[in-house]
């Protein structure tokens, strides 16, 4: 199972580019890296997902080294609404055959101050 | 509507109880996912359904956690003689399809609290 690691809690300041890193040494070949942001009482949101380099949309981009044992997630310029709680998951479900965990990481708690 | 539903929104039981908690997946969304998280922890995951497939139960935590998907669409999950433990947000997902790209959509969750 694809383990992940991530720094327990952020602090930044509005403005800033915040870089968190996700740590998973036993990513499979077949593996996908998503990130999900968590604000309190509600369900994750998608933000981001690739497989290898780098991966941009509006919100945030993803760098992924050639080894992908780990990844990174950049949000630019944040804002007091960014503070969430954001998650990297590796892995994806496979419906026959030999079952895969969804291992979401214990997740970042990403403070943004004024 | 628009997003993955769930209900009830809050459920407090005694030990011992059985319950029920409902997912209402977005419409035409083959792949359903059910996870838990207890307080300040991440997600843990617990049962997945694609299509119609057997359900991928890897996740369930014991024989008292249980999963049905009725039709392909509503899913139950049923936990059995709670405790105290059991105390925590049960989150629903579905997703377009259960491939590696696929965007999971997650519902506002279930609070269960077990006395």
């Known amino acids: 199972l694809a383990k992940t690691t991530q720094p327990i809690s952020m602090d930044s300041y509005e403005g800033q580019e915040v870089n968190i890193t996700c740590s998973h040494n036993n990513i499979a070949t077949n593996d996908y890296i998503t990130w999900y942001q968590q604000f309190p009482s509600q369900g994750p949101r998608f933000i981001i997902q690739?497989?290898?380099t780098k991966v941009t949309n509006e919100v945030a981009s993803l760098f992924i080294p050639a080894d992908r044992k780990s990844s990174t997630l950049s949000l630019p310029r944040v804002s007091l609404s960014d503070t969430a709680v954001y998650y990297c998951l590796v892995g994806f479900p496979i419906s026959s055959g030999s079952a895969r965990q969804l291992t979401f990481g214990s997740g970042t708690q990403l403070t943004v101050l004024p | 509507g628009a997003g993955v539903s769930q209900s009830p929104s809050n459920k407090v039981t005694e030990k011992g109880k059985d319950v029920e908690l409902r997912c209402d997946p977005i419409s035409g969304h083959t792949a359903l996912y059910w996870y838990r998280q207890s307080l300040g922890q991440g997600l843990e995951f617990l049962i997945y359904?694609?299509?119609?497939?057997?359900?991928?139960k890897s996740g369930l935590p014991s024989d008292r956690f249980s999963a049905e998907r009725t039709g392909g669409s509503v899913s139950t999950l049923t936990i059995q003689r709670t405790q105290q433990e059991d105390s925590a947000v049960y989150l629903c997902?579905?997703?377009?399809?259960?491939?590696?790209?696929?965007?999971?959509?997650f519902g506002p969750g279930t609070r269960l609290t077990v006395l």
């Open positions: 997902a579905s997703s377009l399809t259960g491939g590696r790209l696929s965007e999971q959509f």
């Open positions: 690739g497989y290898k």
């Open positions: 359904f694609q299509g119609n497939s057997a359900p991928d």
